[in-house]
């Protein structure tokens, strides 16, 4: 009998799982969102600079409200463009 | 008592006295009015993510106040609409959480970890996958811990 090690698969069985989303401020306890830090807001937004849903980045109401509220500064003040192209 | 930011872009184009007597007006401004200025973080001359007034730089400042009775902002945000030296601003009031996120930067607890750490893993990451080779049998083990690492965070 093949033990649990020995049995190999042919195709990945990890594909297909779901991967579960959470929003990072609750888990890490984040409280701020800083509008001056465009590294971070880097990532609330696609290559033409428009905010990702919900859907994608996994972040409670409250806090997409608030990463929402911060890009929308920073474009204000020239830190993430309003539009572009190639921004990643 | 209330804590409020105001940042501001300042002309590049300024030399650097002018530059310092320009915060320094919105300096004496702010405690002329009754205000107790907390932190003035200069993040220095930055790119523009667009272009404003045909300029592409900008030199970013960041002053944070706090004050009993804030009334004079709509006095202070006309003085800066009003300067041809300013060519952005934003004031923005600050909740206990942005008073401590501020005070942890200003102290270096913030921003610093996290770059080192993405500058730690970038390299890694960035390394190719060297491809087991009958011949190159020892090089195979030693590039696969580094590509499991990632997959840990």
Redesign the interface.
């Known amino acids: 009998m093949a033990t649990q090690d020995e049995i190999k698969f042919l195709s990945n069985p990890n594909i297909g799982q779901k991967k579960t989303k959470y929003c990072r401020f609750k888990r890490f306890g984040l ?2 969102i ?4 465009d ?1 971070f807001l880097i990532q609330f937004v696609n290559d033409q600079g428009k905010l990702l849903p919900r859907r994608l980045t996994g972040n409670s109401l409250k806090y997409q409200r608030r990463v929402a509220t911060a890009v929308k ?1 920073a ?8 539009v ?1 192209d190639l921004l990643k | 008592m209330r804590h409020l930011e105001v940042s501001f872009i300042v002309d590049p184009v300024l030399s650097g006295d002018e530059v310092k007597s320009t915060v320094q007006t919105y300096k004496d401004m702010l405690t002329n009015e009754g205000a107790s200025i907390v932190h003035i973080a200069e993040m220095g001359l930055r790119q523009l993510a667009y272009p404003i007034n045909n300029r592409s730089t900008g030199v970013y400042f960041c002053i944070e106040f706090s004050s009993p009775n804030p009334t004079f902002i709509p006095k202070l945000e006309l003085a800066l609409k009003r300067d041809e030296r300013i060519m952005r601003f934003l004031t923005v009031s600050l909740d206990k959480y942005g008073v401590k996120y501020n005070e942890d930067k200003r102290n270096g607890k913030i921003g610093k970890r996290q770059r080192k750490e993405k500058q730690v893993e970038s390299p890694v990451v960035s390394e190719p996958y060297v491809r087991p080779v009958q011949h190159a049998a020892p090089a195979a083990p030693a590039a696969a811990p580094e590509i499991v690492i990632p997959e840990e965070e």
């Not at chain 1, 800083?34 to 830090?37: L, T």
């Open positions: 409280k701020y800083d509008y001056k830090d590294a500064r474009r204000h003040l020239a830190i993430l463009p309003y572009t």
